[in-house]
Nanobody, 126 residues
């Protein structure tokens, strides 16, 4: 079973950038898909994007495409979420998630995901 720990959240002004990290431990990630979600107060958890660990293929939702980038560091067993041009509406708790997947069809990125981190708060001030 893999364990996930997010870090890197904080307070940033609108227009600024943050990079979130998600450190994984417990097993190799070669057959995993890693994803980022967020949940704002009073709203449902929102899927942002995902990456196939094996070949670094990524997917982004329209709400973050062009502003957010998902990447990974094999040596550190860590996934990153680089967030640029942040807006107040990006304020939320951000979560990384993992799911063991052997085949990658057209909808390889879709939830559900079985393993979750504890979340990290991102606050964007106007």
């Amino acid at each position: 079973q893999v364990q996930l720990v997010e870090s890197g959240g904080g307070l940033v002004q609108a227009g600024g950038s943050l990079r979130l990290s998600c450190a994984a431990s417990g097993r190799t990630l070669s057959d995993y898909v890693m994803a980022w979600f967020r949940q704002a107060p009073g709203k449902e958890r929102e899927f942002l994007g995902a990456i196939i660990w094996k070949d670094s293929t990524t997917y982004y939702t329209d709400s973050v495409k062009g502003r957010f980038t998902i990447s990974k560091d094999n040596a550190k067993n860590t996934v990153y979420l680089q967030m640029n041009s942040l807006k107040p509406e990006d304020t939320a708790v951000y979560y990384c998630a993992a799911d063991l997947r052997i085949g990658y069809g057209r909808t390889w990125y879709l939830p559900p995901y079985n393993t979750w981190g504890q979340g990290t708060q991102v606050t964007v001030s106007a």
